[in-house]
């Protein structure tokens, strides 16, 4: 659907550099990355909002490197709406149509669909000035989606609503693009938010594609330390590996199977890391001792910090496991992983 | 309540000393002339004539400023590029020139020993001392003031609504014309009182370049040389009274543009 091949843009100070990113028909596609890695001037490239320097981009087969963005067929949803504020509900939805040649008929009915599934019947008449954010996040969805756009860009759509409104429009979204055959791209900071509504993804840092793949590969596989840690994997180490056994900082880890590189790097998800008591052998292949340096407070889990030998883990578990098992700053605790938890790379 | 500190009466007495050295001359002079000297005054062919031609000529300064500046304010408001501070800095040139010397400067190639001056005189436009000249002049002092004001009405209006409108089909004309100019109207509106008012206020330009035909202050002038202090003040207060209407508007749109946010 949309290919992106060797994509560079000079905008002075920060360039994107390279990319390559290919999006299938129909698919909803994340992309995420920290602030500043360029992730809005890729949206705006895609849409032809932004000139690039070299590459190509084909959309659905065809060479649009150099078309118009009126032309493109790529709606665009910016993290602010960007409603016409001088124009009424009403007018900002249908301000496509005056471009688009439609039957009457055709229009009527997808206005009337998405009126009523973004639920915004009663606000036609308002000024997007008016309206609350969430209101203003479904009229700006309906005025993109009413000119029928190939892809929908959405620069991080959800993140300037109430946590509350949040889960709504989420459920909102992933309706809309079951009910539409339109291909979504998503720009998003939020994890759960990617994990709930798309299968594949791309991460961005510093005007470059880090990694592109299926979610949960991205989530379990990190390609490089960047991403392990952009994904949180906060245990990363540097290790050694000698057969099917890792050594960092002089303690042997159990991998389960031979690595090809004979030194790199091992990532293990804080959540993956089991604490007990007493030390549990069975099914864990790797099952330490050490003592507990930190306890932080992250709400609904804690992060507790384990030095074991010279080595510290990272392992998140429920404030009432945390109570059960009375762990405190200095305390003696087991903890294990499965060597299936284990990335190397 | 809490006692007010000294600093809090200083700033009032500086307040109320400068109100008073703005009001009070113009007070004095509007209310000095009769009102069968006004009435004289406003019936008097020339005066008409000057106070008409003052507004005409200031109207189309405005209305040049209105077509050649505002494209300009809207690459100035939307593009970065090397030198654009140094283009911004041109632009605003007209208001630190003495006003003789913007005279003089107009008169250097509207002059037939310039090649602008002859390619003018051969195709029939004479600059010195013609109803031409005069906006040219009015132009020239009048041009930073529209295209300051319509460039920050432009820089206020976020590029991302021109973007979803390009997205969402409508070419660069149809979104200017749909969504950049029906936002930023008023700014233009607001440019073009300010551009006006600016205009109808100049003296020293128009003097060096078109003595007549007269305008207003020019006129004002060459009454106070003539008859003195008497003669001038109804005059005055006729020019004096259509500035303030300008400002006027100018004020209520500003106000009400403030209330809409």
Redo the contacts between chains.
Sequence with gaps: MIHIENVNINLGEFKLRDINLSIEKNEFFILMGPTGAGKTVLL?AM???IRVHSGRMTIGGKNVTKV???K?G???V?Q?Y?L???LTVLENIT??L???KLPKKESKQRQNRLVEELNISHLLQRLPTNLSGGENQRVALA??LM?NPKVLLLDEPLSALDPGFREDIRIGLKRLHKSTDVTFLMVTHDFAEALSLADRAAIMNEGKIEQMGYMKDIFQRPDSTFVADFVGMKNLFMAQFRETKAIVNGLTIELGTTPENSHGYLAIRPEDIVLSREKLTSSMRNAFSGRVTAIVDHGLYYEVDIIVEKVLFKSLITKSSLFEMEITEGSEICLSFKSTAIHNF | MAKKELFFWITISCGIIILAFILLPLIEMMTAPSFSMLKETIQDKDVVRSIWLSIYTAGLAALIAFIFGTPLAYILARTTFRGKHLIESIIDLPIVIPHPVVGIAILSVAGKNHWLGQFFSEIGIRIMGSVTGIVVVLTFVGLPFYVNAVKNGFESISPRLENVSRSLGASMFSTFSRITFPLAWRSMLIGIIMCSARAISEFGAVVVVAYHPMIAPVLLYERFESYGLKYSQPVAVWLVSVCLALFLILRILTLRNTKDE
């Design positions: 705006e849409a032809g909002l118009p963005p009126e493109r790529i709606s665009i910016y602010d960007a016409f504020p001088h301000y496509g005056h471009f688009h005025r993109a000119v």
